[in-house]
């Protein structure tokens, strides 16, 4: 009888517990999925002489949340990341390159206007819209992402393309917000393609 007694307010303790992390999960509304993010519409490979060249097209739907930071000259920072991997038939396919271009999106309050800058090449473009500005880093046009050397033994090449939002990036007292706030859910899905020769 003595255990019973024990046992009973360990119980329902737990069942407390599970219950307040169950309206978490299913009644928070920063939770849920929400129609802010990078949207890949268009990615490609060409081929030239001394290897390939990644073309795309990305739209970015801010958050209003987002738009404030930036307003408020917080610093946004966005990675286009490419991998190429060799398709193997009985194991894990293997990569071959893993190629990086890192955006910064900021607001200048003085001049009044949005700079975007390619941290990978040292680009800097500045706009006097932010929708403007967007839209040009959404452009990714001629960028030499291999050698002809690294790729010329292979018929054909996996490729993958994703758009990352650094969470991590973000003043510190942002990141715990941040990944679990859907208004903070600035990436893109992974978009997945062959690439023949």
Do not use: C
Not at 125 to 145: C, E, H, Q, T, Y
Not at 152 to 177: C, I, K, S
Request: no cysteine.
């Amino acid at each position: 009888m003595g255990w019973m007694v024990f046992i009973m307010p360990v119980l329902e303790k737990t069942k407390q517990a599970l219950l307040l992390l169950g309206i978490l999960l299913f009644a928070t509304p920063t939770l849920n999925a929400g129609p802010f993010n990078a949207q890949i519409i268009a990615a490609s490979l060409e081929p030239e002489n001394q290897g390939y060249l990644l073309n795309a097209d990305v739209k970015f739907k801010l958050s209003p949340t987002a738009i404030e930071a930036i307003e408020h000259s917080i610093s946004l920072f966005w990675i286009i990341r490419l991998k190429l991997y060799r398709p193997q038939v009985f194991f894990w396919d293997k990569k071959i390159l893993d190629y990086s271009i890192r955006y910064r999106l900021r607001f200048h309050a003085l001049l009044n206007m949005y700079q975007i800058e390619n941290m990978t090449s040292g680009e800097i473009r500045r706009f006097f819209s932010l929708p403007v500005a967007l839209n040009a880093m959404g452009k990714i046009r001629d960028v030499k992402v291999t050698e002809a050397y690294e790729t010329d033994q292979f018929e054909m090449l996996l490729a993958t393309l994703q758009v990352q939002f650094d969470r991590e990036a973000l003043p510190l007292p942002l990141r715990p917000v941040a990944y679990f706030d859907s208004h903070w859910d600035l990436s893109s899905q992974i978009l997945e393609w062959l690439v023949q020769k």
